[in-house]
């Protein structure tokens, strides 16, 4: 079973930039997507961008041009670049890893608040 270590969130001002990292260990099967979602205060969790098939890139309407995802296959680590952070992007953001056999794993979430 997989195991998922989120890491980079925090404050920052509008227009700042933050780099989100999620790190996965333990039994590790053939990953077929790994990504990240966001859930604000009172909002359903929404998708913001993956990788899948170790190379398709998919992103959320609203973060496109400002965000962007990278995979490290040997580290079986996924980072997400955030530039031009808007106070819209505050939310929790979560990990979340689908292996060969889309079995899903979450990671436990990591806070990024955008102040105005």
């Known amino acids: 079973q997989e195991q998922l270590v989120e890491s980079g969130g925090g404050l920052v001002q509008s227009g700042g930039s933050l780099r989100l990292s999620c790190a996965a260990s333990?039994?590790?099967?053939?990953?077929?997507?790994m990504g990240w979602y966001r859930q604000a205060p009172g909002k359903q969790r929404e998708f913001v961008a993956d990788?899948?098939?170790?190379?398709?890139?998919n992103y959320a309407d609203s973060v496109k041009g400002r965000f962007t995802i990278s995979r490290d296959s040997a580290k079986n680590t996924v980072y997400l670049q955030m530039n031009s952070l808007k106070p819209e992007d505050t939310a929790i953001y979560y990990c979340?890893?689908?292996?060969?056999?889309?079995?899903?794993?979450w990671g436990q979430g990591t806070q990024v608040t955008v102040s105005s």
């Open positions: 333990g039994t590790i099967f053939s990953i077929y997507a």
């Open positions: 990788i899948r098939d170790g190379a398709t890139r």
């Open positions: 979340r890893l689908v292996n060969m056999y889309r079995e899903i794993t």
